[in-house]
């Protein structure tokens, strides 16, 4: 018979309780004990949510204090010598070590490195491998949540993350041998797991092997068949999970492997169902996943119904309905929603109501449509009226948009010549200084904006109090000395929120949290319809700012495809399609901004590599329309508008053709983190435009000298010309307090200084 499950639940619990706990935890305010119940009682509500909506399986294993990655090397026992090594069972304090170099109890190290979980915004903790690895079983977590979960229900699948996809995020700590190599050793503790798994009389296990959906070398494709082979699953069941992608030219290795059940996104990929169920034998459980893990859309049950008679044909009674992913991606419960308005929040489904959608789509499998002919005919006129929706169509914006040709992506003149008409606009020094945007954060600004959000003060004392601050920092510049200031960024408390709360077309949730990492939650925008500006989102800070100095001032925005990259985004028309609504209201603030007299203008683009598609043949044309829409953006302004752009912590080697393809004339970027290694990319390619390379990291509390900060920049020198660089940090400084930010950029500028004499000399 169809069965319904989910491939994991949201962890931080509803109303974030894991965050506040592990916060008071870290801070020395709650004991191990007092934190271990908060997470006991977010397993159970996860649990009981699971049993009370009726699903077969009630998925065990997925909960964790930080990041899952780092449960399975404790699990595995995995643990840098840094960190005491492995000795009987990892405990908290050292978990917490390795993710957050400190924990109350514990001295402070180097905590391990963090990333990126494939294209999603969660981030987990790279698990870092020596030559001669061991590995051994070190924790008992896991079997701990199955036998409490047991008291609710025998139904029980725990989930591990497989061998392969483990090793495959994890980091050869030296280059001398291949991670690959350490595959015979691991695969005799996931057979330990396993015996602890078959005494527990566990019928299915979950084993998630993502990384089948990407490139495979040769040797990670052959390795598959070799490690399912030696692990000895006896009476347990395998359902090896796969998601954010389409298995493709993995597909015939992964028929050939000896699991009982193979799990498919099919809101990823929802092309790959026929050939799925061509390459895998009819013995075996397919398990669809249709109900999208990476968004908050209700689901169109008649179109997902239409999908089921293929793989009925297929397996008969063995397919299983599924979330196409983890819910770890998508709000806890909608039902927290009390400010969203009716016709909106129908619209939408968090994991609690994503359950409930399996559970319906599995009943309506077996007991057949007619049963629950009302829930689809009410699930019908939801879908037909949202697609009507005045709230979505805006006419004007379509027609706009419909208009849009390559001429509106091009400046008026190339780089070169644009590069004159700036260069006597704007009368910069050689080693020009700026920063990135943003200035401290202060406990002061934060509770202005929140007092005026909450209506508690005066609309006239916020934008004075704000006021106050933008003089204060276009004060601190000069005092720096610093070439080309920013205002500084006191009213936003985040990059794509500000935006966002003025565009039309964005809705914005009031606990609608997503697990960042560890304790660290993002709270994306909904964005439901096409998107318009009202009126100038930016002008009057920038102007304010401008009129309070000799010096330019940048104005500062959030480019299209990192607006897009953080926010939920509709999924009733294409990705590119909503990009460029986005890059059209940007376009109008741009020039604006130009209009009023503001002519260096910086779009951030920060998350433009993060959304970059799995699959290697699917680049270019995802970096086509983010090109393409970061063009139209910017592309409206004279010769002499100086447009700046910002990237960050991101591996943009591999894309710096593209980027070089936004022809921003200035280009900031993160590099210090990596000593200059991005200078490498420019070995091969000459990168056209003008280029800051981060030439300190903000994120460490360290003032760099003024020292190191030349040395930065003579490496860049061997790979930029004079003219084309530019002095400035990595990121923005809104992180930092006011001492820090000011003896770090008093060393960048004397830096520059340095440097400018003695080429400056050189030069005449
Ligand atoms: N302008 C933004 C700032 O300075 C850029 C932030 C980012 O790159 N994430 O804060
Ligand atoms: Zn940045």
């Known amino acids: 018979m169809t069965q319904s499950h989910i491939l994991g639940f949201p962890r931080i619990g509803a109303q974030r309780e894991l965050k506040k706990a592990l916060e008071a935890y870290w801070k020395g305010d709650i004991t191990q004990d007092e934190l271990e119940q908060v997470g006991q009682t977010i397993k159970e509500n996860n649990w009981q949510t699971q049993k009370n909506a009726g699903l077969d399986f009630i998925t065990v294993g997925d909960f964790s204090w930080y990041d899952h990655v780092l449960d399975t090397s404790v699990l595995l026992g995995v643990v840098p010598k840094r960190f005491g090594g492995v000795r009987g069972k990892v405990d908290l304090n050292t978990y917490f070590c390795m993710a957050r170099g400190q924990a109350p109890q514990t001295r402070e190290t180097t905590a391990c490195e963090m990333t990126k979980w494939f294209n999603t915004n969660y981030h987990y903790i790279v698990p870092e491998f020596t030559a001669d690895q061991l590995f051994r079983l070190s924790s008992d977590k896991l079997f701990a949540e199955i036998d409490a979960a047991r008291k609710l229900t025998p139904n029980i699948k725990p989930v591990i993350l497989g061998p392969l996809t483990y090793l495959w995020l994890g980091k050869a700590k030296d280059d001398a041998f291949d991670k690959l190599d350490l595959l015979d050793k691991i695969i005799p503790v996931y057979n330990q797991i396993f015996d602890e798994l078959k005494k527990r009389n566990i019928e299915w296990v979950q084993i998630d092997e993502p990384i089948l959906v990407l490139d495979l070398p040769e040797t990670w494709k052959n390795a598959y068949s ?225 007092l005026y959000k909450a209506g508690k003060i005066a609309e006239d004392d916020y934008l004075s109090k704000m006021r106050e601050e933008i003089a204060s920092v276009i004060q601190a510049q000069e005092e720096l000395d610093i070439d080309v200031l920013v205002h500084g960024e006191a009213e936003r408390n985040d990059m794509v929120e500000y935006f966002g709360e003025l565009l039309d077309g964005f809705a914005f949730t009031s606990h609608a949290w997503v697990q960042s990492y560890g304790s660290r939650c993002v709270k994306p925008p909904i964005i439901y319809g096409d998107v318009s500006r009202q009126k100038a989102m930016t002008v009057n800070w920038s102007q304010y700012a401008q009129s309070l100095t000799d010096r330019r001032v940048k104005g500062m925005l959030t480019g299209p495809v990192t607006i897009l990259a953080w926010s939920f985004v509709r999924d009733d028309q294409s990705y590119s399609d909503t990009a ?111 280029i800051g390379p981060g030439v300190y990291d903000i994120h460490s509390p360290r003032i760099p000298d003024h020292q190191e900060i030349i040395d930065n920049l003579e490496k860049a020198t061997q790979h930029i010309p004079l003219d084309r660089l530019w002095v400035n940090p990595d990121c923005g400084l809104k992180t930092r307090d006011w001492p820090e930010v000011k003896a770090a950029l008093s060393n960048m500028v004397f830096a520059a200084k340095l440097l400018r004499n003695k080429y400056e000399e050189y030069e005449e």
């Not at 395998?238 to 028929?255: E, K, P, S």
């Not at 929603?337 to 968090?350: H, I, M, P, R, V």
């Open 226 to 450: 070799k490690a399912y082979h030696q692990l000895d699953f006896g009476n347990l069941k395998c359902l090896l999970t796969t998601y954010f992608g389409a298995l493709d030219d993995n597909l015939a290795l992964v028929g050939e492997l000896p699991v009982h059940g193979l799990h498919i996104d099919l809101c990823a990929a929802p092309e790959q169902l026929i050939p799925v169920l061509k390459a895998i034998a009819n013995d075996k459980v397919i398990s669809l996943g249709i109900i999208n893990g990476r968004n908050i859309w209700r689901a169109d049950l008649q179109k997902l119904l239409k999908l089921l008679p293929e793989a009925y044909q297929h397996s008969s009674n063995k397919f299983w309905i599924a979330s196409s992913s983890s819910l770890l991606h998508v709000p806890v419960d909608l039902e927290s929603e009390t400010k969203l308005d009716q016709e909106l929040k129908g619209w939408l489904a968090f994991a609690k109501q994503k359950i409930d959608e399996v559970v319906l789509l599995t009943q309506i499998t077996i007991k057949g449509e007619q049963a629950f002919a009302q829930q689809l005919a009410e699930n019908k006129a939801l879908i037909q009226a949202k697609l009507q929706s005045p709230r979505i169509h805006n006419p004007l914006v379509q027609k706009r948009l419909a208009q849009v040709t390559v001429e509106h992506t091009r400046r008026q003149s190339d780089y070169e010549q644009r590069a004159l008409f700036q260069r006597s606009a704007l009368q910069l020094p050689l080693f020009p200084t700026t920063t990135i945007g943003s200035f401290p954060q202060t406990q002061e600004i934060r509770a202005a904006r929140q």
């Open 580 to 690: 460029l609504q986005i890059a059209l209201a940007l376009r109008d603030e741009v020039l604006d901004l130009e209009q009023a007299g503001i002519t260096v203008i910086q779009i951030d683009e920060p998350a433009i590599r993060e959304a970059l598609p799995l699959r290697k043949k699917d680049w270019s044309q995802y970096l086509d329309w983010a090109v393409f829409a970061f063009r139209l953006a910017s592309s409206g302004v004279s010769n002499s508008t100086q447009i700046h752009t910002h990237m960050c912590y991101s591996e943009f080697n591999d894309i710096i053709q593209a980027i070089a393809a936004l022809d921003a004339d200035v280009i900031t970027i993160e590099s210090s983190r990596s000593q200059m290694d991005l200078l490498k990319a420019f070995e091969s390619f000459a990168y056209p435009n003008e």
